[in-house]
């Protein structure tokens, strides 16, 4: 319940779409009911009449229950309709909410605490989990909210003319709304709490067989994730079965409870005929009305059913927002150095209290404008370098100033503003040209664009193709080359126009021929920037002032190129 709670708070700022949408509602179920209420009255009103001759066929007034028949009749469509676009523009608003908080939350804890999860399972935390969060509006909090006002105010107009009728109704809308669905939802809140996990799990062994295709055929492993795979398969089959039988018993159930409460009204309404109390065509009125009245509580049962998928998918984001970044943000805003030089003295770093250490020691000096190079294998701690640098992990010993300035009073943001990088796994999104360039800077101008594409050499190829700026790239830019897609991250460091360039292996993966393309391509981008040229490869540093190897987190050797 307190995520539910928490769930509520979070949407706080949209409280007028949703009470809106709910007032609608209101407006749809009690127009429902005024329509049945007044029919079952007027054709019975209009019975009697033809029954008693035509002197009280001629008083009888025909007239004002038509008209109000067709006005309930009016407002009832009108107001589903209104209902409609308000509640699922308040659902589509909540979860553009819902994803923004969810990324802001994120964005602080990569890479050093995402590292923890598989990348399916944030994949399906950020995709199905946020979606069954989406459902919490429209299938739980809307149903709850007309059902308790609603009902209320038809238990009121029953209570006008009838009040063991009233209590009648009121019984049959509580068992139904409220008993019958916290039974079924007591019964399968196991197996819907399970459903989301099972997707959850389901989903992440798909993503890891797409992404790790090539390897599991190679090491012939595709049968043991094939079983994994019909194994999560077999229980999420099974616990849906038992989820939709305990949703048809539980739809039969209520519909034996509509019937019978109908029953109990007219039973508790006849003695007031009998005694005169009252008239007999409000007894049909009575009879229609506790029929309409259990619209308002239909919903209830599939409500209690989303509530145990909703609250384990809910668990699971917050359970992610709330971990603690790796690196906690000065108490001051950042400095502003003047200078933008580099000085590490004795930096020790490690991913962990067990871990060996992957920066020991490091010693190094980087003036500003100077280009630099680091060499070394895996494991030397060329990327711990990096990662320390833009403030992704945290080094436990030694003193690192930039500027001037401890590193440590820099906000990690505030920090990255001073950089730029281009790496082998500069990502590129599935969408075109144009955003993936203005992910650097976006608010860049049309004129910048092809300017950044100039010097990354890449204004001719997209000048060729028929969309131009607007050509979608692919996933991780699937319809580009090699050197194609370092282009566009090279554009992109063009268009941030940061004091430093970090240059991390952008050439691995590459041909010989277009690896010296493209270190040639980079000499403009480097001019007067401090550069830190990562790579473990001796091409491109000719144009280094000074080279250094790196072995187990220290430095070794200065001066070789």
């Known amino acids: 319940m307190r995520d539910l709670i928490r769930l509520l708070k979070l949407f706080s700022g949209y409280r007028r779409w949703m009470y809106g949408g709910a007032a609608l509602a209101c407006i749809t179920v009690l127009a429902n009911f005024g329509l049945m209420t007044l029919s079952g009255w007027f054709l019975a009103s209009a019975a009697v009449a033809g029954l008693a001759g035509y002197a009280a066929q001629n008083a009888f007034n025909f007239f004002s229950p038509a008209a109000g028949v067709r006005f309930f009749a009016t407002i009832r469509v009108v107001s589903r309709y209104v209902e409609r676009l308000v509640t699922h523009d308040a659902t589509f608003r909540l979860l553009a909410q819902l994803r923004v908080w969810f990324y802001t939350k994120l964005e602080p804890l990569a890479p050093a605490v995402l590292q923890g999860y598989r990348a399916s399972d944030l994949l399906s935390r950020i995709v199905a989990d946020i979606d069954t969060l989406n459902l919490f509006y429209l299938r739980v909090f809307l149903p709850f909210a007309v059902a308790c006002v609603a009902g209320l105010a038809m238990v009121g107009f029953f209570a006008i003319f009838s009040w063991p009728a009233a209590l009648a109704l009121l019984a049959g809308l509580v068992l139904t709304g409220v008993a019958l669905p916290g039974l079924t939802q007591w019964r399968g809140a196991a197996a819907g709490a399970e459903l989301t996990r099972l997707n959850a799990d389901l989903r992440a062994e798909m993503v890891d067989a797409v992404q790790g295709m090539g390897e599991l055929l190679s090491y012939n492993a595709a049968p043991a994730l094939q079983a994994r795979v019909a194994g999560l398969n ?3 089959l099974g616990r849906q079965a038992e989820m939709a039988g305990i949703t048809g018993l539980g739809s039969a159930a209520a519909g034996l409870l509509t019937n019978y409460t109908l029953l109990l009204v007219v039973v508790a309404a006849i003695p007031a005929v009998s005694a005169g109390q009252l008239s007999g065509p409000e007894l049909p009125m009575l009879a229609l009305g506790s029929l309409a009245a259990f619209e ?8 209690f059913q989303f509530l145990g998928q909703i609250r384990t998918a809910a668990a699971r984001i917050f359970q992610l927002a709330d971990s603690k970044p790796a690196i906690s943000p000065p108490a001051k805003p950042s400095p502003r150095p003047e200078r933008f030089d580099l000085d590490l003295r004795g930096v020790c770093l490690r991913y962990a209290d067990a871990a060996p250490w992957a920066l020991n020691g490091l010693d190094l000096h980087i003036a500003q404008g100077s280009h630099v190079a680091i060499m070394g294998g895996t494991g030397a701690g060329k990327t711990s370098l990096i990662n320390l640098l833009l403030r992704f992990h945290e080094y436990q010993a030694g003193e690192v100033n930039f500027g001037g300035c401890d590193l440590r009073a820099f906000h990690a943001e505030d920090i990255a503003a001073y950089f730029s990088v281009v790496s082998q796994r500069s990502y590129l999104f599935h969408t075109t040209i144009r955003d993936n360039l203005l992910i650097a800077k976006g608010e860049a101008t049309q004129v910048e664009l092809w300017r950044a594409l100039e010097v990354a050499q890449l204004a001719a190829f997209v000048r060729a193709q028929p969309l131009g700026l607007d050509t979608i790239v692919g996933e991780a830019g699937v319809r580009l080359s090699g050197g194609q897609a370092r282009r566009v991250a090279i554009a992109r460091a063009v268009l941030k126009d940061t004091p430093w360039l970090i240059l991390d292996e952008p050439t691995e993966g590459l041909d010989t021929v277009t690896e010296r393309a493209l270190l040639r391509d980079l000499g403009p ?15 491109g540093l000719a144009a280094m002032d000074a080279v250094y190897t790196l072995e187990d987190g220290r430095i070794m050797l200065h001066g070789t190129k």
Not at 296 to 303: E, N, T
Not at 525 to 539: D, E, N, Q, S
Request: hydrophobic letters at 55%; a positive charge; aromatic letters at 4%.
């Open 234 to 236: 077999a229980r999420l």
């Open 296 to 303: 308002v509580v239909a919903p209830l049962p599939g409500a």
């Open 525 to 539: 981008v480097m001019a007067g920037k401090t550069v830190l040229y990562i790579t473990h490869r001796r091409a």
